[in-house]
């Protein structure tokens, strides 16, 4: 019974899909807590971009060496510089965290020597036993580099059930983790670059299974007593 107070899906109450629309908070945290540890800066780079803006796939798989660049106001930030696949438009993230940046950095110079030699923009370029002598990973390659990345780290669902998630999952995250922080939608809808606010509340709208199973929890206690 769904109105039974000790059901909660693993995936949308509605609707079974492959992945998660959203992560539950006390999953975030658990990321957030375990990410910088972890030894694949491709996965760190992409779920720290997922994190804190949201960021697609295709916009960060095609990151290149000349994508940070200072900020003109703070000149101890970086600003991120990307195309954006999905709009076909520049787009930037002003004054990003530092430990990002870092990231990012450390990324360019190891990718260096790579991209040089096969001509290829994308930092995340590795080598590759094939005729091309190297791969850029693929959208469902790192969706399972990070998945692993939650299972090492026993991350799971707080219901304790494990929770497929892709990198769009935390593009679909923002809106609600923003609104906890007290950061206005309309900076959200900006971040992730969304024409209209519209499109902005309907990810938002998603992203309450969680706090959506508990509020109902509470309400059927409250009903039965």
Do not use: W
Request: hydrophobic share 30%; net charge positive; with cysteine.
């Amino acid at each position: 019974n769904f109105f039974n107070s000790s059901f909660v899906p693993t995936l949308s109450p509605f609707k079974r899909k492959r992945y998660s629309e959203s992560i539950p908070e006390p999953m975030l945290k658990e990321i957030k807590k375990n990410i910088l540890k972890h030894s694949n800066i491709h996965v760190k780079i992409f779920v720290l971009l997922g994190l804190n803006y949201g960021m697609r796939y295709s916009d960060i798989i095609n990151l290149n060496r000349d994508c940070l660049k200072e900020n003109e106001v703070n000149s101890s930030k970086k600003d991120l510089h990307f195309y954006s696949q999905k709009i076909k438009k520049h787009r930037i993230l002003y004054s990003i965290e530092n430990i990002i940046s870092f990231q990012i950095h450390k990324l360019i110079e190891e990718s260096q020597k790579l991209r040089e030699e096969h001509q290829v923009g994308s930092i995340f370029i590795k080598k590759y036993r094939s005729k091309k002598g190297y791969s850029i990973p693929s959208n469902s390659s790192i969706n399972k580099l990070i998945n692993d990345f939650l299972k090492e780290n026993s991350i799971n669902h707080p219901s304790g059930s494990y929770l497929r998630i892709s990198t769009h999952s935390f593009r679909r995250t923002i809106p609600e983790s923003y609104d906890k922080k007290g950061v206005s939608i309309f900076v959200a809808k900006e971040v992730l670059g969304h024409k209209s606010i519209d499109t902005t509340k309907k990810f938002y709208d998603k992203t309450n299974e969680y706090e959506y199973q508990k509020s109902m929890q509470e309400a059927i206690k409250k009903i039965n007593v």
